[in-house]
């Protein structure tokens, strides 16, 4: 039997950390940028605290009860506690000095890494073999904003949302595998050694005015700075075309002394040499091999240690120049075969080196930014297909019978001016939250949530009266988002955007959400409608916002094109959606036209065809008092004689009879299609002869009950 499928991930994940032995707790999630518990922007602890009322006394590994509390809580964070299966070194922010750590003392054995919500460098290493005791930063040899959760802690868990907008990803999943060096214990024990003593990282300054008194921390630091100097100085002080000679005899091993002799910090160190040599020009492949020849220098050994000065009268300048003088001959032979690659290099060779390293360098960030990527996307699930089709079907198939499936995606394409936001406003609307047919017709599957509606185009006073004029009921499901001129609010394109996107759409309890229309946000994302790859690109970020916001259906409306057939734009559009409205008008009269389409108001079409669906072009009738469209019936062939037959009875608003050739002549109708209408009128007897004329030829008449045609 494979595992139940999900479609929260929340939930999904939760389950998944249970059948590993670890216990979740749901905690409160965010709304915008604050907590969804009552506090909201008092919470000091905002999306990251128990739900439940024992906190994590309540914490289990039982499936029901978790399936319980998400069911409950649908938009919970997952809490994972820490203490039994894993504990977790918590990194807030400091990287930098994670990373030291890790240098130091080696990679403690982890199973997932885990990129927190808060932007800002925040990680968590899920160590296995937990049960050690929770160390709070600045214990136990942990520098500030460096902690462990272990026994009687916990930590937010993927895939749970941060306040800050972002989400918490894996960038190491847990797969089984066992990452790192040294177990957390033998790490932490480590951490505990009293540290050597380290000079604190200051700027560079003059010491023309340093003190004679006896060694104190100002001196230590300003005889340190002189050794940094000199070293910088003989790359900066050097022509161009020996800067790299200077950089690797004088400067590297220098500071390689100092470090060695514990006056400099390998990573102040390497910044100088780092910085001097960027502002003197040199090349990226060239910076990117001084790490390397300083720890080159510093694995051979230094014969020549600079140390910190004993007590000393000496000004720091004078102090520096009293020492033994740097042995650029006695480099190790490693050192000098790297030392004279670079050197024998011509100029261009040298630039294409740097541009080969730059490349490289984009690459790697490339491949960084998909296995983040690849950390943020959604769980892969799969079900053998005896339990997919074992599953029990839903009842319901259809958001509204035979035009939009249930589960399902509709694009309305409409013709300028055809009346789409009439048909989604006025019509659309009320049959979901009130019931009722829509159109007339169909029957229509009620919200129990609500309805979000996107007006994208109408102006919002225009908009206020067309709903009021809609007489909704139940107008508190609801949700109208008037964002014409302000696209730009559903930022789509990041995945911060997208996150946040979908926790407004939970907030607002949406079931079915409407764009209308679609154009005014592609254009504000910077996607072209006409492009099949910006098409794609837009509807996979749609798609997940509305999944994260636990949408159920979605109509999305689009202007026509293509002389009104179908939906402006790339042919991709026609491939996203379950089923496709389309809403047309006949054209226009012009005062010269003989053709009566459209004689007063143009009469609507509507079509679909998709999933299910099939409905032919017929046309709509519209009761202005309410705005409600209803379907006739009659297609356009239909329509087209009703308005020339319409159009032959006009001529006897008079009341006076008229012969065959007087009814054709004043019709303002094609002459030929006029005469086979008034023969068919005759012969379906809406037309009575009523005498003759003059010449003997019958005049006719409208049958009484045509008369007020």
Known sequence: ???????????????????????????????????????????SSAAKHPLTMNGLKDATLDANVIKTWWAKWPSANVGLCTGTEIDVIDVDGAIAEYNQLTRDNGIPEHVATVVTGRGEGGIHVYCSQGGNKTIPSGKHGLPDKIEVKGVGGYVVAPPSRHVSG????????????????????????????????????????????????????????AYRDAVIRAACDSITTTSSGGRWMALATVAVPKIARGIAGGLIERSVGLYA????AAQSGLESDELARIPALVDIMLSQGINEPIYPPADTNAAADLWLASLPKDDAGALPEEYQVIVAEIAELTPYERAVRAKFTDLRINDDAKAMLSTLKAGQAPALLGDNLSDFLAEVEEDEQYRVTDLWPSQGRVLLAAQAKSGKTTMVAANLLPALVDGGLFLGRYEVTQVTRRVVYFNMEVGTRTMRRWLKDANITATGKITVSNLRGKASALSLSSQAGRTQFGSWLAHNDAEVVILDPLAPVLASLGLDENSNADVATFFAWWSESLMLGGVVDDLVVHHAGHGGERSRGASRLLDEPDAIWTLTKDADVAQESDDIYGAGSPTRYLSAYGRDVELPPEALSFMSENRQLLLTGLSRAAMKSDSESQSILNVFKDGMPRSTNAIVGECKINRNKAWGSVKVLQANGQLEEVGKGSNGHPLWLPDATMEKG
């Open 1 to 43: 039997m494979q595992p139940e499928r999900q479609t929260n991930e929340l939930l999904a994940s939760a389950l998944e950390l249970a059948d590993l032995g670890m216990s979740v707790i749901p905690l409160w999630w965010p709304i915008g940028s604050t907590c969804a518990c009552p506090k909201g922007a008092d919470c």
């Open 166 to 221: 972002g989400t918490y990803t894996y960038m190491k999943r847990i797969d089984g595998d066992i990452a790192g060096q040294i177990p957390l214990d033998q790490w932490l024990s480590k951490l505990e050694k009293p540290p050597a003593p380290v000079v604190p990282i200051r700027a560079l300054h003059s010491t023309a005015n340093v003190s004679t008194a006896n060694v104190s921390t100002a001196n230590v630091q």
């Open 273 to 276: 040499l780092h910085n001097a």
